[in-house]
């Protein structure tokens, strides 16, 4: 489950009370006397000091020129790119007051004119840091709240060097992550991932292996958006996670390289940037490999219709996973002219691994069986992608037109080979095993995506957003199945029986529009919808089934409020209508048979799911703290489940091929249920000392499930907490601390495992600044967590242990050179209209 959905509220909240701090300030302030003309104007961006990226809906105020005359004449809010445009001035001197929550308040003399005045970059210090007209430096906060995002900025989190993107989202509130690397979001796991505002099939495909191969070093920071506006695609029942990788420079040249190593996993990390005048390069290369082992234990109790016992299984196995992986980005950015902007971003990247388990295996009833078995799964993923963006900007502030086009390339392969040695305890010689089985296959894909946004403000409180997007996505899967048993052939044979040879077509037209505005003093509205056309078709070549190709309309409506109950505290409310569509590992129906008991394979024939959430939010800020709390409701429909039978079950969907067995069950995907999350966050944000930083919160929520299908209704409460602290020594010390805990919560045929872990680290600066050395203790004091679920059904009871072994530890280097100012922020697309898995079906 899910830790800090209060925290999600908070962050929406908090740029939202900056732009209504704004709207506050002009309110209470009369107007400039009209004897001087008001024809002049003024334009700027907001960027943060250190990082030089936009801080988004800082507040700016037009003051006048006596410091002692403290009464707005005007005021707006940055948008999401830190752009501000003050409009019908009169000519004269002032001062210009910059705020934002978390930054320190700057104030900077300027002089209007009759024309346009174009003040460009201002600096925004973090807070706590002296404040001058000179350039600050100072530091994010590590979680910062938005109106519409939450924001972990994981470059500020010491515990992540030499880590990957699965130890970083760990951290990040409102995520949980388990022992197998399965990422959920509030309790869902219906999400879509994006790297820097864009898609990656790689995500979509298998996000537990993507996670892995993207290095924790090259990541600034992880946006967590609970209720994404009109302009995102409409998938993700549960949000959206942007996972913003660092960027190149403003002028000049700088780099940084970066090793770790650890029991757990090794890697190395390079990046080179360069802009000099109209043109910016940017680029990056990593590598690395993990390792770690496993425990899984699993016990089932079959009954017939009459609840009589029938059958006790009794499973162990030690499991052993490693895999490597490499990882690579390269950036051009071209300004032919003013207001004009070429941008080309490409990326490449692989993975592959493996899983050995060595099983042992007990059946006992009706039906006795003993065999230990030793499996080799294994796995790869080969993608490659590339994007050409074509922005324009007007004079007019925040006015914007951009062309954005999407190549992607996202083959995988998956396969598994196993020796069973029957009426045996223990594993035996190869060419002692009574039967051998050995599967390949691969599921090659492509996709290509068109889009193009237009932005139009009307003064400074109301903009129209709107867009159109078309996404052309080919996937499949190809497998077969070699069999040898001894006594029949020395030789592996084809099994024609199981063959999977199917591809899959999706193809997605959208237009969206969101109108924002102000209604009075202290409220904000944003309406906006979101209309998508889906079409799909479907080709089993092996089986020759029939698939009549469909389409239908989605219309996904959103919307939002805020109001400004003072000067730092406000309320928001917010709906939004999400589809989730089923991508390749929940459709793939290829039959995984690498353990006979228990038997799993996808559903092409799966229907799309639609969530209605609400949500109620309360944010408030003070000093260098904030306190966010949210309560929302997500109700999901015609939901998409993983579920299990027994294969004797007469309602379950066997494929043709596989036998009912009453020992054996098999696992799928199918629209059977209608779920409601009842949820209650609470996020805070302090800093007790200059020098300590601690936030974090715990997260409650009350889950229904229900299916008339599977005869089930199961509710219940579960619960997380989420805590990370930091404090600065002297001398270029500093040390870190995170952990979460979760409670066991109600799944649709069951109930999921509870969830403990908790690093520390210590961080040494030298080298002026220009290295790290930084050592990480993940679970010191206890070896592995154990993953409980249980699974109960009318006609079996099961539960099943995984013992993740989490104590680490991992020593890792870096050194930065060069200059260390980040570049401009590419407009990217965003395919964020997919249900991906964590896993690959069948591998």
Same mark, same amino acid.
């Given at each position: 489950?899910?830790?800090?959905?209060?925290?999600?509220?908070?962050?929406?909240?908090?740029?939202?009370?900056?732009?209504?701090?704004?709207?506050?300030?002009?309110?209470?302030?009369?107007?400039?006397?009209?004897?001087?003309?008001?024809?002049?104007?003024?334009?700027?961006?907001?960027?943060?000091?250190?990082?030089?990226?936009?801080?988004?809906?800082?507040?700016?105020?037009?003051?006048?020129?006596?410091?002692?005359?403290?009464?707005?004449?005007?005021?707006?809010?940055?948008?999401?790119?830190?752009?501000?445009?003050?409009?019908?001035?009169?000519?004269?001197?002032?001062?210009?007051?910059?705020?934002?929550?978390?930054?320190?308040?700057?104030?900077?003399?300027?002089?209007?004119?009759?024309?346009?005045?174009?003040?460009?970059?201002?600096?925004?210090?973090?807070?706590?840091?002296?404040?001058?007209?000179?350039?600050?430096?100072?530091?994010?906060?590590?979680? $910062?709240?938005?109106?519409?995002?939450?924001?972990?900025?994981?470059?500020?989190?010491?515990?992540?060097?030499?880590?990957?993107?699965?130890?970083?989202?760990?951290?990040?509130?409102?995520?949980?992550?388990?022992?197998?690397?399965?990422?959920?979001?509030?309790?869902?796991?219906?999400?879509?991932?994006?790297?820097?505002?864009?898609?990656?099939?790689?995500?979509?495909?298998?996000?537990?292996?993507?996670?892995?191969?993207?290095?924790?070093?090259?990541?600034?920071? *992880?946006?967590?958006?609970?209720?994404?506006?009109?302009?995102?695609?409409?998938?993700?029942?549960?949000?959206?996670?942007?996972? *913003?990788?660092?960027?190149?420079?403003?002028?000049?040249?700088?780099?940084?390289?970066?090793?770790?190593?650890?029991?757990?996993?090794?890697?190395?990390?390079?990046?080179?940037?360069?802009?000099?005048?109209?043109?910016?390069?940017?680029?990056?290369?990593?590598?690395?490999?993990?390792?770690?082992?496993?425990?899984?234990?699993?016990?089932?109790?079959?009954?017939?219709?009459?609840?009589?016992?029938?059958?006790?299984?009794?499973?162990?196995?030690?499991?052993?996973?490693?895999?490597?992986?490499?990882?690579?980005?390269?950036?051009?950015?071209?300004?032919?002219?003013?207001?004009?902007?070429?941008?080309?971003?490409?990326?490449?990247?692989?993975?592959?691994?493996?899983?050995?388990?060595?099983?042992?295996?007990?059946?006992?009833?009706?039906?006795?069986?003993?065999?230990?078995?030793?499996?080799?799964?294994?796995?790869?993923?080969?993608?490659?992608?590339?994007?050409?963006?074509?922005?324009?900007?007007?004079?007019?502030?925040?006015?914007?037109?951009?062309?954005?086009?999407?190549?992607?390339?996202?083959?995988?392969?998956?396969?598994?080979?196993?020796?069973?040695?029957?009426?045996?305890?223990?594993?035996?010689?190869?060419?002692?095993?009574?039967?051998?089985?050995?599967?390949?296959?691969?599921?090659?894909?492509?996709?290509?995506?068109?889009?193009?946004?237009?932005?139009?403000?009307?003064?400074?409180?109301?903009?129209? $957003?709107?867009?159109?997007?078309?996404?052309?996505?080919?996937?499949?899967?190809?497998?077969?199945?070699?069999?040898?048993?001894?006594?029949?052939?020395?030789?592996?044979?084809?099994?024609?029986?199981?063959?999977?040879?199917?591809?899959?077509?999706?193809?997605?037209?959208?237009?969206?529009?969101?109108?924002?505005?102000?209604?009075?003093?202290?409220?904000?509205?944003?309406?906006?919808?979101?209309?998508?056309?889906?079409?799909?078709?479907?080709?089993?070549?092996?089986?020759?089934?029939?698939?009549?190709?469909?389409?239908?309309?989605?219309?996904?409506?959103?919307?939002?409020?805020?109001?400004?109950?003072?000067?730092?505290?406000?309320?928001?409310?917010?709906?939004?209508?999400?589809?989730?569509?089923?991508?390749?590992?929940?459709?793939?129906?290829?039959?995984?048979?690498?353990?006979?008991?228990?038997?799993?394979?996808?559903?092409?024939?799966?229907?799309?799911?639609?969530?209605?959430?609400?949500?109620?939010?309360?944010?408030?800020?003070?000093?260098?703290?904030?306190?966010?709390?949210?309560?929302?409701?997500?109700?999901?429909?015609?939901?998409?489940?993983?579920?299990?039978?027994?294969?004797?079950?007469?309602?379950?969907?066997?494929?043709?091929?596989?036998?009912?067995?009453?020992?054996?069950?098999?696992?799928?995907?199918?629209? *059977?249920?209608?779920?409601?999350?009842?949820?209650?966050?609470?996020?805070?944000?302090?800093?007790?000392?200059?020098?300590?930083?601690?936030?974090?919160?715990?997260?409650?929520?009350?889950?229904?499930?229900?299916?008339?299908?599977?005869?089930?209704?199961?509710?219940?409460?579960?619960?997380?907490?989420?805590?990370?602290?930091?404090?600065?020594?002297?001398?270029?010390?500093?040390?870190?601390?995170?952990?979460?805990?979760?409670?066991?919560?109600?799944?649709?045929?069951?109930?999921?495992?509870?969830?403990?872990?908790?690093?520390?680290?210590?961080?040494?600066?030298?080298?002026?600044?220009?290295?790290?050395?930084?050592?990480?203790?993940?679970?010191?004091?206890?070896?592995?967590?154990?993953?409980?679920?249980?699974?109960?059904?009318?006609?079996? $009871?099961?539960?099943?242990?995984?013992?993740?072994?989490?104590?680490?530890?991992?020593?890792?280097?870096?050194?930065?050179?060069?200059?260390?100012?980040?570049?401009?922020?590419?407009?990217?697309?965003?395919?964020?209209?997919?249900?991906?898995?964590?896993?690959?079906?069948?591998?």
């Amino acid at each position: 489950m899910k830790t800090f959905s209060a925290a999600r509220l908070g962050r929406w909240l908090l740029p939202a009370a900056a732009l209504f701090t704004t709207s506050l300030a002009l309110a209470q302030s009369p107007a400039p006397a009209a004897a001087v003309a008001a024809t002049g104007s003024l334009t700027g961006t907001v960027l943060d000091s250190v990082s030089r990226q936009p801080v988004s809906y800082a507040t700016v105020v037009l003051l006048p020129a006596d410091a002692a005359d403290t009464k707005a004449i005007t005021g707006v809010g940055a948008d999401d790119a830190g752009k501000f445009s003050l409009t019908k001035l009169p000519a004269g001197t002032f001062r210009l007051r910059l705020s934002y929550v978390g930054y320190a308040t700057r104030t900077r003399t300027v002089t209007v004119t009759a024309g346009a005045t174009a003040l460009g970059n201002i600096l925004l210090p973090a807070a706590a840091t002296a404040l001058t007209e000179a350039v600050v430096v100072g530091e994010k906060p590590v979680v $910062e709240v938005r109106p519409d995002r939450l924001v972990y900025n994981a470059e500020q989190d010491i515990s992540n060097a030499g880590g990957t993107a699965t130890d970083v989202l760990r951290k990040a509130p409102l995520l949980a992550v388990d022992g197998d690397g399965k990422v959920t979001m509030r309790g869902s796991s219906n999400f879509r991932v994006l790297i820097n505002n864009k898609p990656s099939p790689t995500l979509a495909s298998n996000l537990t292996e993507a996670l892995k191969s993207i290095p924790a070093d090259q990541i600034k920071s *992880v946006e967590i958006i609970t209720t994404p506006p009109a302009k995102y695609d409409g998938e993700g029942t549960a949000g959206i996670i942007n996972i *913003v990788l660092k960027k190149g420079v403003n002028q000049g040249l700088n780099g940084r390289v970066s090793a770790a190593s650890g029991n757990r996993n090794s890697n190395f990390n390079s990046a080179l940037n360069f802009k000099q005048g109209k043109i910016g390069f940017t680029s990056s290369a990593s590598a690395g490999a993990w390792y770690n082992p496993g425990y899984s234990e699993r016990t089932r109790v079959g009954y017939n219709e009459q609840r009589q016992e029938i059958s006790n299984l009794l499973q162990t196995a030690d499991v052993y996973n490693k895999g490597k992986w490499y990882y690579g980005t390269v950036g051009l950015d071209y300004d032919p002219a003013e207001h004009h902007t070429i941008s080309l971003a490409g990326s490449i990247n692989g993975y592959g691994g493996n899983s050995t388990n060595d099983m042992f295996n007990r059946l006992t009833g009706t039906r006795s069986q003993l065999y230990t078995r030793s499996t080799d799964n294994r796995w790869s993923g080969f993608n490659v992608e590339g994007t050409g963006t074509y922005t324009r900007t007007f004079k007019q502030a925040r006015k914007e037109w951009s062309v954005l086009g999407q190549y992607a390339l996202n083959n995988g392969s998956f396969g598994y080979d196993f020796d069973q040695y029957d009426n045996s305890a223990v594993l035996l010689a190869t060419e002692q095993a009574t039967y051998r089985e050995r599967s390949r296959g691969r599921t090659p894909g492509h996709e290509v995506t068109l889009q193009s946004d237009f932005t139009q403000p009307f003064g400074d409180k109301k903009t129209l $957003e709107m867009g159109v997007k078309a996404i052309f996505r080919r996937t499949g899967s190809v497998a077969g199945v070699d069999t040898l048993r001894a006594v029949d052939s020395p030789n592996f044979l084809p099994d024609g029986r199981r063959v999977t040879d199917f591809s899959y077509r999706q193809d997605v037209q959208a237009a969206y529009a969101t109108y924002s505005f102000g209604l009075g003093k202290n409220t904000t509205f944003s309406l906006g919808s979101r209309l998508e056309r889906t079409a799909i078709d479907a080709d089993f070549r092996a089986t020759r089934s029939t698939f009549e190709p469909r389409s239908y309309l989605s219309l996904l409506p959103n919307g939002s409020a805020q109001y400004k109950l003072s000067e730092a505290s406000s309320l928001r409310a917010a709906y939004s209508r999400r589809i989730t569509r089923p991508f390749i590992d929940y459709l793939n129906p290829f039959v995984d048979r690498s353990d006979r008991q228990n038997l799993s394979f996808g559903n092409p024939f799966l229907n799309p799911e639609f969530t209605h959430a609400y949500e109620l939010s309360y944010n408030t800020n003070f000093k260098s703290n904030s306190v966010n709390i949210s309560a929302s409701v997500r109700h999901t429909g015609n939901a998409i489940e993983s579920v299990r039978f027994l294969t004797t079950n007469p309602d379950a969907p066997l494929p043709a091929d596989v036998v009912p067995d009453p020992s054996v069950t098999a696992q799928t995907f199918q629209n *059977v249920a209608a779920n409601t999350f009842y949820q209650l966050n609470f996020y805070g944000s302090f800093k007790p000392t200059e020098k300590w930083d601690l936030s974090g919160g715990p997260d409650v929520q009350y889950i229904v499930r229900r299916s008339p299908s599977l005869g089930v209704n199961r509710q219940g409460f579960t619960a997380g907490l989420n805590m990370n602290t930091s404090y600065k020594l002297k001398k270029g010390f500093s040390i870190q601390g995170f952990v979460y805990a979760s409670l066991p919560s109600p799944d649709i045929q069951g109930r999921g495992s509870a969830n403990l872990y908790y690093q520390m680290g210590a961080k040494k600066t030298f080298l002026k600044d220009k290295a790290d050395l930084v050592l990480n203790f993940g679970s010191p004091f206890n070896n592995y967590w154990p993953y409980r679920n249980t699974v109960s059904t009318a006609l079996f $009871e099961e539960r099943s242990e995984y013992r993740a072994f989490q104590r680490s530890f991992r020593l890792s280097f870096s050194y930065r050179f060069g200059q260390a100012q980040q570049g401009k922020q590419r407009k990217q697309i965003s395919n964020d209209d997919t249900k991906g898995g964590g896993s690959k079906q069948g591998g």
